[in-house]
Each structure stands twice: as C-alpha cells, then as structure tokens.
T-cell receptor, first 111, second 115 residues
Framework: QKEVEQNSGPLSVPEGAIASLNCTYSDRGSQSFFWYRQYSGKSPELIMSIYSNGDKEDGRFTAQLNKASQYVSLLIRDSQPSDSATYLCAVNGWGFQKLVFGTGTRLLVSP | GAVVSQHPSWVICKSGTSVKIECRSLDFQATTMFWYRQFPKQSLMLMATSNEGSKATYEQGVEKDKFLINHASLTLSTLTVTSAHPEDSSFYIC???????????FGQGTRLTVV
C-alpha cells in the first residue's frame, strides 16, 4: 500500500472553475501536510501547509484536512490556465524527518 | 517563502568524471536537507537525507559511494556524483527545512547530462 496516494489525472477543468485535488495517507500518526505545485521541467514550490483539522485558506487556495479520514485536499478557486501543473501532496509522520510525497495529480485548466 | 539556491542549474559532463552540485539556504538555517532525483515524467525520488554535521542517510538502492553528500554547515549541502555515466543523467533537486514537521523549500534543480 502506498503511503500517500493521489489520482494521477489529468484533471481537466475550464477556466474560472474550482479544481479539487485529493490525497489520502496511510500513517495515522502524520502531523503535517503540504501541497506543492510543480511546473514541467521545474522544481516543486510550496503552496500550502496545514497542521490541524479543518480548512485553511490562502488567496484562491484552500487546504482541507480530515485526520480521522486520513484525507487532505486542495481547492483552487477561479482556476487559471497558469494553474496547469502537477500538484504534489506531501505528508510528514510524527518524529520522521522526511516528507513522503504522492505521485502528483496533473491539472489542466483550459481557457 | 524561504529561499533555497541550487547551483549549477545545468551541467554537461563527460562519462567517468565527477560533478558537484551545491544547495544553499539563503535566509534560514536548515537542520535538514534532502536530495531528490527526477526522471522525465516521473515522480520525485528521494535519494538521501542529510543533517548538518552528520552522515547522510541514503534511501534503499542509492549508492552512497557514488552519490557523496556533505552537509558541512546549516546553510550548505553538496551532492557529488562520482564517475558519472549516461544513466545518471537526470534532474537533481535539493530541499531544505528548518526543523522536523516544518515546510521544506526546494532549490531550482540541476539538470545533469552525462555524455
């Protein structure tokens, strides 16, 4: 069983729509959760971090965490073609140094 | 966000030579740095985790004698690919974090081509 699972996509949404990206994780003791965006040929960049259950909003982005269901999601409102990228979910288990990454979901936003 | 600088951005080397890649945290002290490799259209693959002043911890299947990692200070880690071969051609990326459970920030990556 993979430790962090994401649907590889592509997830296609029209410009202006809400894109919903999902991630599940297996380590129930995980404490910190991150979303990264990676454009083709570039390195990942941090979008959001979330540590407690509930929603966390930053501009057009909202991260949602449900530890009971071992589920974390990222919502992108008013999606733009420039949001087209691969979105990586990363999870840090308590007491572990390394982040465990999902394989990423490719998002395509069409004009 | 915090800035991690990786150098060089790209390098071409001859088969059998060694290449050193630097990773610097510019505005924070990184107790932990990570080195990844990514082949085209594939996922990030963690190679090793390094802590300042101690030996790196390599992931299973990564040759520690081929990929030498040094984390001499809280702001600098280096990866040396020794006796490089064409199959080592890849995108190498470092990341750094202040402490456990905090965000990790990525460098720009180094595209290595071995000819």
């Amino acid at each position: 069983q993979k430790e962090v699972e994401q649907n590889s996509g592509p997830l296609s949404v029209p410009e202006g729509a809400i894109a919903s990206l999902n991630c599940t994780y297996s380590d129930r003791g995980s404490q910190s959760f991150f979303w990264y965006r990676q454009y083709s040929g570039k390195s990942p960049e941090l979008i959001m971090s979330i540590y407690s259950n509930g929603d966390k909003e930053d501009g057009r982005f909202t991260a949602q965490l449900n530890k009971a269901s071992q589920y974390v999601s990222l919502l992108i409102r008013d999606s733009q073609p420039s949001d087209s990228a691969t979105y990586l979910c990363a999870v840090n288990g308590w007491g572990f140094q390394k982040l465990v990454f999902g394989t990423g979901t490719r998002l395509l936003v069409s004009p | 966000g915090a800035v991690v600088s990786q150098h060089p951005s790209w390098v071409i080397c001859k088969s059998g030579t060694s290449v050193k890649i630097e990773c610097r945290s510019l505005d924070f002290q990184a107790t932990t740095m990570f080195w990844y490799r990514q082949f085209p259209k594939q996922s990030l693959m963690l190679m090793a985790t390094s802590n300042e002043g101690s030996k790196a911890t390599y992931e299973q299947g990564v040759e520690k004698d081929k990929f030498l990692i040094n984390h001499a200070s809280l702001t600098l880690s280096t990866l040396t690919v020794t006796s490089a071969h064409p199959e080592d051609s890849s995108f190498y990326i470092c990341s750094a974090r202040v402490s456990m459970n905090t965000e990790a920030f990525f460098g720009q990556g180094t595209r290595l081509t071995v000819v």
